[in-house]
């Protein structure tokens, strides 16, 4: 079975963006020991212009081959007119509004958006699959999530969108690692125990 990772950006208390979602103001963060820790251990969630800006373009895919996300996370990257913002991975876009790809790379998937992750997962042999977010889609398939790596920026927001767009529910997961960085970022992952 391929594994379904949430790679997820969060302030201390847990949000992913502001009430919109908005997670720019954690850009300036990605710095110094934390840059390089992504670059050397995640290079595959930075999207493509980030790769090609680091020099990290050319590498072959290390952790995953497929991405998920949802049609608002997709957005962010469409209104700058990046139609392929993960092209180094297939892309899946959950949605129920786009009618039509505007990307070759990008499947959209409208329907039973378990399933297909299922489906996905279990495929033989390949990488990994990021689940990129957001909140909606997290909710979704948070009973597929395998492993959860999380990435704390040392903010307080108070209010914000959640990482999980869902209901009460508890699962329990492992801790398998914690790392810190100088500038505060604490990046701890975990796998779901089964
Ligand atoms: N901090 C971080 O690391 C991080 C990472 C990723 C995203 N984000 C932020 O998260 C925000 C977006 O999160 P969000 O929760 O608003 O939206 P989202 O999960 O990215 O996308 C929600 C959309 O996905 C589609 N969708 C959801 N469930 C579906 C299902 N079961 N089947 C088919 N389609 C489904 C719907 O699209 P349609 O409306 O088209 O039907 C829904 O409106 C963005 O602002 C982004 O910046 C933050």
């Known amino acids: 079975m ?10 201390i208390d847990g949000f992913i963006g502001d009430p919109d979602g908005d997670a720019s103001y954690m850009y300036p963060y990605v710095v ?6 992504l670059k050397s251990e995640h290079p595959d969630i930075n999207p493509s212009h980030v790769r090609r800006l680091i020099g990290t373009d050319g590498l072959p895919n290390k952790e ?10 997709y957005d962010v990257a469409l209104k700058e007119g990046i139609t392929s913002p993960f092209s180094h991975l297939r892309e899946y876009v959950a949605s129920r ?38 909140s909606a889609v997290a909710g979704a398939l948070i009973d597929e999530i395998d492993e959860i790596v999380i990435k ?5 927001q108070g209010s914000g969108m959640p990482m999980f767009g869902s209901g009460f529910a508890v699962s329990e997961f492992t801790l ?4 810190s960085f100088d500038n505060g ?3 701890r992952t975990y796998s779901r125990k089964r």
């Open 2 to 11: 391929r594994k379904l990772t949430y790679v997820i950006a969060c302030s």
């Open 32 to 37: 110094g020991d934390f840059a390089e820790y």
């Open 64 to 73: 995953f081959d497929t991405i998920v996300q949802g049609r608002a996370s």
């Open 97 to 134: 509004t786009l009618k039509e790809s505007p990307d070759p790379n990008v499947e959209i998937v409208s329907e039973d958006l378990v399933g297909r992750v299922r489906a996905l997962k279990a495929e033989d042999g390949g990488l990994g699959i990021y689940l990129c977010g957001g």
């Open 152 to 156: 704390t920026y040392p903010v307080v």
């Open 176 to 179: 398998d690692e914690v790392r």
């Open 185 to 187: 970022v604490v990046v």
